[in-house]
Every structure is written in C-alpha cells, then in structure tokens.
C-alpha cells in the first residue's frame, strides 16, 4: 500500500463518522472511520462526592482517559484494585499486596476514588470451604478475622471506601440473616481499625430474588451496618 497523510482542523467535541474509499488498478474499497473530540475538562483533583465513576481496567491509557473525561471513583469489583478475599488471599494465611499496592498508586496518580471490595469471591477456595463444610460461626471468624481485619489494618489510611459482597442474594439466598451477621460483623472490624472508613452494602439490583429477600434484611437491621447504599440498576 501507499502511504498518505490526512490531517483535521476538527476541534469542537462531538463524535464523528469518515469514510474513506481508495482504489488501485481493479481494486477498490470502501472504510470507515468513527472518532470522538473530547472537551476539556478541568481538573478538580479528588472529588469522591462525584456521581461520575466507573468500574475501571489497569493501565496508563486507561487511567488518563478516565481522568481526561472526569471520572472520579472506581468500584474496584472486577476492576484494578479488586481486593476480593481470592486476590489478596488465594492461600490462607498467604497474602499477595503487590496489585492492590500498584491500584491505590494508580488511583493516587490520576486522582480516582477507589471503592474496593470485600468480598469471598471466586478465588479464594479455602473460604469456600469453609462456607460449604464449616458452621456458619467457623465461617464468619475466619472471613472477619483472617481476610477483612489483615486487609484494613495493611491498607488503613490508603483505602477509606469499602463495598461489603456483592450481589450477596446468591451465597446468602436461602439466609438472609447470615449475610446480615456478615454485614455486621465486617462493619465493626472496619470501623474499630479506621473509624473514617466508608461502608458501603446492599450491593446488587433491588429486584433480585424479588425485593423480600432485600426486605427481609431491612427488617433484620443490614442498613444499620452501611453508610451508603449501593444498587445495580
């Protein structure tokens, strides 16, 4: 092929179609390019109390584009900075920091509020064996005490903003008041390590498994252990 320069002078943001046809002896075709201009955006530096946020990937481009178009916060579940029990935990009683230490660097550096998750997960099999085969009190000391309480004490004063489960309807169908008691309990310990931490819950589409299962956690006091709300819609 041919190499061949083409330059713009487009400058007020928008988003943009271009089609470009070429052809050489029998050959011709037809492409198409869409693009955007972005506006300036000021920089406000952190703004937690900010609507605008995302579930943001790794990396340097994706950082400056989340700070270029002004997204302020990271809920950090299925992102960078994912502190799920399995991410931080795999093996009990063996911690891996390294990734967390590169998210709350990459949230510094582009001026993101990140949410991180505590959460069993996926990942972490030796909880979920726990969960699976374990009273349900055998459970919930090894989540609070050797998963959440090691994760506030390593990450206090570098991570202020924490979202209890997710989508806890699944794992706690069948017992609602268990997750209640987690919920509770993982408040507690966040609070007696940092008292200015933010505890976020309920985490999941209010209709899931219809709206009792979420009222039935209501009743049983969940919002007395959050301090905000979050919901998927």
């Known amino acids: 092929g041919y190499p061949c320069d083409w330059s713009s002078d487009v400058c007020s943001s928008d988003l943009y179609r271009m089609e470009v046809a070429y052809a050489g002896g029998d050959v011709a075709r037809t492409r198409e390019l869409i693009f955007t201009v972005i506006p300036d955006v000021p920089d406000t530096g952190f703004r937690p109390q900010s609507v605008f946020g995302a579930a943001l990937a790794s990396g340097d481009y994706n950082g400056m584009l989340a700070k270029r178009i002004g997204l302020k916060w990271n809920r950090c579940h299925c992102a960078i900075g994912d502190t799920q029990a399995g991410a931080v935990e ?114 999941g589409p209010p209709g899931s498994m219809g709206y009792s299962w979420y009222r039935r956690t209501f009743a049983l006091g969940s919002l007395k252990y959050q301090d905000a709300v979050s919901s998927h819609l």
Not at 93 to 112: C, L, M, N, P, S
Not at 123 to 146: G, I, M, Q, R
């Open 90 to 203: 795999p093996e009990r009683g063996k911690f891996t920091w390294d990734g967390i230490e590169r998210a709350v660097e990459h949230h510094r550096k582009y001026q993101i509020y990140g949410c991180h998750s505590i959460n069993e997960g996926w990942k972490a099999k030796w909880l979920s064996k726990l969960w699976k085969e374990e009273p349900f009190e055998v459970y919930l000391d090894a989540y609070v005490n050797e998963y959440v309480k090691p994760l506030a004490r390593k990450f206090k004063g570098k991570i202020t903003c924490w979202e209890v489960t997710n989508e806890p309807y699944y794992q706690f169908k069948e017992c609602p008041e268990k997750w209640v008691a987690l919920m509770k309990a993982t408040y507690e310990a966040l609070k007696e390590i940092d008292p200015n931490c933010y505890v976020v819950g309920t985490c």
